[in-house]
């Protein structure tokens, strides 16, 4: 519960990248629980009950602590390269979150060690509380949100103490209850007294802190001139505007917030200046904007009076309506504030209908602000839709003229802790697909971002270069001969809008939309028929022979999105993410990549360590055996077949539940809970050891192999049907995987009890240290050859695994052997 909990407020305070140090620290201080006991036995054969009602209690004090810790320490991972003093408040992060897991590590391990007998119920028990700790997270957000949450598991934790207590001296529960006590009354009203602050360089600090913007603007090159910040923005750190909060609210998708502007100045840094026409003339609406977790603002503006509505007769968001007849049918793809609905509204739309991936949002927009935008859900025509978009085409399909999707592909599109590195499955070629069989014959598909200025061979525009190669495939896919006769894309001051037909564009329409253009300062990055100088526009052109050219010679990586490498901004080629030439700023093409490495870093040398360590310090106290070697091959290969089965898990479920949130807890709760029963059920079904894992690595191997072949094909067969129904799908695909995989720990604990009982504590640490090196690598290998090869990866990690085990049984057995026994050496090998 803590770990998915953190996973969500870290995507506030720091950055999605960052839910890794999450998983990293919990699997780390797991670890090191292990190797501590591994070093120091003497722990387990003491007082082990008060020990571990020590830890117990120790980790629920740290774990609220460790909110004030969040709240105030002024770390900003992107600036990790460029200030120094970054990595002490890293270290300080790190302390934090790691010392309750580290304590909680010790009460598990050493109750595994001590009852390592019946390690099938003990472990039975760890992973369905895991599991049930998952599954609850989602509905416990909701009602207590995030922090509270993290309180919770503090009070769960106290709970676990006075169960301790009650086993060494039951007095001693008393400390326990009263801290859940303390908690209950006032862990609520103490949270919320925490200013938790977004990274500096998140849209949400941005426009909070004069300072701050005027720093990144210098940082980038710039000066704050009237160009780029209109108004008092642009006088100096004094008289910079300031947006105020206006409401805050934690959920399971966003924390989402909501700020006001203050003054004339603020209110034009909308899509009002985003996007409006060079020669627009109307006056600066009134609006109020809506941070996602710090970021990706959604603006409400005020529709009680229309003329605050008259700047989008000549904008961006209305660039599509030039193709699109009056009356038309419009899906909008992440509604936000409802900015989309009404330039649909205002271009002449008959039936909007408008879908929203967060709940909190869309109450915002239908409801507490229902009466600012002028009751726009409720006008005639107009749907708002909570969902998620792959899931509603599937399950709604409709001739559409127009589908917009519009500024969905920030880095807070997706939140999953363990695997958000820019991935979305909106921008992908399957997804391209559906959308364009959901268009009627004269539909067009738009999709629309924010970009910088458009410049000949400018390689800010290499994510369109992205979205275009994955719209090339889905076009021929569909036949088309031409794919660049298919596409204009254009610049609208700030806001880059690609147009898509399933039919070729007609002369007329493209002269249509040049002269729109014209009238409008707007710049045409590509249109049919027409020879463009910048690399969008010659991408789109190029024989197969030259864009293959390109791409090989290119440092970043061009491959278009699918289903199954869904990175959906370029990033960089792995060979040069760390070349001189290439310089990291707070928004690089490899920004998640240069947060991986360190991290990557961190994890190979700490399981090294707490691996290693004990093996190289401790050799003389009974841990070291013949059979050393060959036991931690097999639970270190436990550890990345786990988590490397997890993490794909998690990454392929976000599109088939829609919910990000919802695919980590489902995939966590169904893959811990069944395999806490597999361990439960490991030894009663079969009694040797060795039968064991023929059987484990048989099923694992060929449930594994049937999810591979056949996983797409169920995805597509229930992606059209209720939420309900696809998480009954999502369990009755993951259980019985889970169930198998739950059997290869106890067995080898069983194993370990056999040929060298001091193993066990190391055991569990090895298996927990390889597990944060996994969770890291699963995401760097998807990058580049897809989540389907890191899960037939896990599959042959497990079988070297139990080829490790084995090896390790006989040459326990061998050196077991008297000598008297042994066979004889040849003539001529001497004794």
């Known amino acids: 519960m803590l770990q998915v909990a953190l996973t969500r407020l870290f995507s506030f305070t720091l950055w999605y990248h960052f839910a890794y140090v999450v998983i990293s620290l919990a699997l780390l201080g797991y670890g090191a629980s292990g190797a501590l006991l591994s070093a120091f036995p003497g722990i387990l054969r003491g007082q082990l009950p008060r020990t571990l009602f020590l830890c117990a209690l120790g980790s629920a004090i740290v774990i609220p ?23 002490w408040y890293l270290a300080v992060y790190y302390a934090a ?8 590590g010790v009460c598990i391990s050493g109750a595994i060690t001590a009852a390592s007998e019946r390690v099938t119920r003990v472990y039975c028990a760890d992973l369905v509380g895991a599991g049930l700790g998952a599954g609850l997270v989602v509905p416990l957000i909701w009602r207590f949100e995030t922090p509270g949450v993290v309180i919770l598991a503090a009070g769960l934790m106290a709970g676990a103490a006075a169960c301790w207590a009650w086993w060494w001296r039951p007095a001693a529960s008393v400390a326990p209850i009263a801290f859940i006590i303390v908690l209950a009354a006032g862990g609520g009203p103490w949270w919320r007294s925490l200013d938790f602050r977004p990274s500096a360089e998140k849209m949400m600090a941005v426009v909070q802190s004069p300072a701050e913007r005027e720093r990144l603007l210098r940082q980038a ?52 200046r985003f996007g409006a026409g060079a020669r627009s003339q109307a006056p600066v609406p009134f609006w109020v904007t809506i941070p996602h977790d710090g970021d990706a603002n959604a603006m409400i503006f005020d529709a009680r009076d229309p003329r605050g509505l008259a700047f989008l007769k000549n904008h961006g968001l209305t660039l599509p309506y030039v193709l699109v007849r009056p009356g038309a049918k419009v899906l909008v793809l992440g509604a936000g504030g409802g900015t989309d609905v009404l330039a649909a509204l205002c271009s002449g739309a008959k039936r909007v209908t408008a879908l929203e991936l967060d709940p909190l949002t869309a109450r915002l927009v239908t409801n507490d602000f229902a009466d600012y935008d002028g009751r726009l859900s409720e006008r005639p025509g107009v749907r708002f839709i909570v969902g998620e978009g792959r899931s509603f085409v599937r399950r709604h399909p409709g001739k559409y003229d127009l589908i917009q999707i519009n500024s969905t592909d920030t880095l807070t599109a997706m939140s999953i802790g363990a695997g958000v590195l820019n991935e979305n499955y909106l921008y992908t070629r399957e997804a391209f697909s559906e959308y364009l069989d959901q268009l009627s014959p004269n539909g067009v598909l738009s999709i629309m971002h924010q970009a910088a200025a458009v410049r000949p061979h400018q390689t800010r525009i290499a994510p369109d270069i992205l979205r275009m190669a994955a719209l090339r495939e889905a ?119 240069v947060v991986l490495l360190p991290l990557l870093a961190v994890a190979v040398a700490g399981a090294g360590v707490l691996i290693l360590g004990p093996l190289a310090l401790f050799r003389r106290r009974g841990v070291y055996s013949p059979a050393a070697w060959g036991l931690a091959l097999y639970f270190a290969a436990l550890g990345f077949a786990f988590m490397f089965i997890e993490i794909s898990f998690i990454q392929k479920f976000v599109l088939f539940l829609g919910y990000p949130t919802y695919s980590l807890t489902v995939v966590l709760s169904a893959l811990l ?76 604990i069983r194993v370990v009890n056999e040929v060298a009982p001091a193993f066990v504590p190391w055991a569990w640490g090895i298996n927990a240290c390889t597990s944060v090196v996994a969770a890291i690598l699963a995401v760097m290998l998807a990058m580049s050859v897809g989540f389907r090869v890191v899960g037939m990866c896990a599959l042959a990690v497990y079988v070297v695994g139990v080829i490790g085990l084995y090896a390790a049984r006989r040459r326990a057995r061998t050196s077991a052997l008297p000598a008297s026994t042994a066979a004889p050496a040849g003539p001529e090998q001497p004794l």
């Open 221 to 272: 090159g710039e000066q704050p001139t009237p160009q780029a910040w209109p108004g008092p923005l642009a006088v100096g750190g004094k008289t910079l505007s300031r947006l105020l909060p206006q409401y805050t609210r934690w959920g399971a998708v966003f924390r989402v917030d909501v700020l006001e502007p203050t003054d004339e100045a603020a209110r034009a840094l909308s899509y009002y």
């Open 97 to 104: 979150a790691g010392i309750p897991f580290f304590l909680a």
């Open 65 to 87: 602590a460790s909110l004030a810790v969040y709240a105030h320490t002024p770390f900003y991972p992107l600036q990790l390269f460029a200030q120094p003093r970054q990595w």
């Open 475 to 593: 076009l021929l896919r569909r036949g088309a001969r031409r794919p660049q006769d298919h596409i204009a894309v254009i610049w609208a001051n700030g806001l880059m809008t690609h147009l898509t037909r399933i039919r070729p564009f007609l002369p007329r329409e493209v002269a249509l939309l040049e002269r729109h253009c014209v009238e409008n300062g707007f710049e045409a990055v590509h249109l049919p028929y027409r020879d463009l100088d910048n690399d969008l526009s010659w991408f789109l052109r190029a024989s197969p022979e030259e864009r293959a050219d390109y791409v090989r010679r290119s440092p970043l990586q061009y491959d278009a999105p699918t289903d199954d490498t869904p990175f959906v901004w370029t990033h960089l080629k792995w060979r040069y993410v760390l070349h001189p030439a290439q310089r990291f700023n707070s928004r690089s093409v490899a920004t998640g990549q």
């Open 673 to 748: 809970v069944s395999s806490g029963i597999g361990s439960l059920a490991s030894r009663r079904l079969i009694s040797r050891a060795e039968r064991s894992l023929v059987w484990a690595l048989a099923g694992v191997v060929a449930l594994g192999a049937l999810y591979l072949l056949l996983g797409s094909a169920v995805f597509d067969a229930f992606l059209g049907y209720a939420l309900w129904v696809r998480i009954v799908v999502a369990v009755a695909m993951i259980a019985p995987l889970g169930f198998v995989m739950g059997m290869f720990f106890p067995t080898g």
